[in-house]
């Protein structure tokens, strides 16, 4: 798990510093799709957090997120979207409402789960104890923000399913869904986790297990729309979806058909709901 979680880390690296030595969109593509299929996605991510911070430092080029998404980066947008939340933790942002905006109006919010990724990863003695968002985070921002702290939560925490549901107890119970769901999207993602180890993930997630599948679902949507699926992908929604991930990747697209445009909340979250209502009418299934 150690080997792979820093192979993780390497491939990151090497597409954030990519991505500062040539921001070319067609140098860049060559160089990242160079890399190993089944990490690229990190790589992906870590060139687009460059890019954002290359945006927001040279604002008289602040075109290369843009032209990524529209080039390269598409297949691999999800990340992308990640990636620039990664800058938006660097940078002294003062208005996330106006950032979000200039991104796709369903994806956006996974910039604020980069940022809760990298909060939980950097500054991990200061927000174990739950010591909530940054007060900058308003509204759903801080929902979004929660499912990023959960998915570095598999990372800071080794892949270890036993010390997971642990640290996540730490936490009050309005943010433990969405640390759950961050906990399944990072443990399919990433792979390198057991058979054994992913059906006591389950188990541990007990009444949250819904929210453990649409994060699982998330990732293998991730990885079927940038064509990077793996067997530990499978492996991991297997245990988690009880499917396949070309099937759970599925359930993500029909969940987002005719989405109502009138509703109080954002549409990511009634995405996010409809897939968990999903998998929470199928264990309640299977129990009986």
């Not at 598999?154 to 433990?176: H, M, N, S």
Request: glycine share 10%; hydrophobic share 40%; aromatic share 10%.
């Amino acid at each position: 798990m150690r080997e792979r979680l820093e192979q993780v880390g390497t491939m990151f690296s090497a597409g954030y510093h990519v991505a500062l030595e040539d921001g070319d969109p067609a140098d860049l593509e060559r160089e990242l799709q160079g890399l190993p299929s089944e990490c690229r996605g990190f790589a992906f991510e870590g060139a687009a957090m460059a890019l954002a911070l290359l945006d927001a430092l040279t604002p008289w080029r602040g075109d290369r997120i843009r032209q990524f998404l529209g080039g390269p980066g598409e297949p691999h947008c999800y990340m992308v979207h990640v990636g620039v939340g990664w800058a938006w933790a660097r940078l002294p942002l003062k208005n996330v409402a106006r950032a979000r905006r200039q991104l796709d109006p369903m994806l956006q919010w996974l910039a604020l789960d980069g940022y809760g990724f990298h909060e939980a990863f950097f500054n991990w003695p200061s927000t174990i104890d739950g010591k909530p968002p940054p007060s900058k985070l308003t509204g759903y921002e801080r929902r979004a923000f929660d499912q990023g702290f959960g998915r570095c939560l598999w990372f800071v925490d080794g892949g270890d399913v036993e010390l997971i549901p642990c640290t996540i107890a730490g936490f009050g119970v309005e943010r433990q869904p969405d640390l759950w769901s961050g906990v399944g999207l990072a443990a399919t993602y990433a792979g390198g986790v057991s058979l054994a180890a992913l059906r006591e993930l389950r188990r541990a997630a007990g009444s949250y297990q819904p929210q453990l599948a649409q994060g699982s679902a998330f990732a293998a949507k991730a990885r079927q729309r940038a064509g990077n699926s793996t067997e530990a992908t499978d492996l991991a929604t297997g245990v988690l979806c009880e499917m396949a991930a070309m099937d759970a990747a599925k359930i993500t697209d029909r969940a987002l058909e005719n989405l109502p445009s009138d509703s109080m909340e954002p549409g990511f979250e009634l995405w996010r709901k409809r897939i968990q209502n999903h998998f929470h009418k199928e264990f309640q299934l299977q129990e009986k």
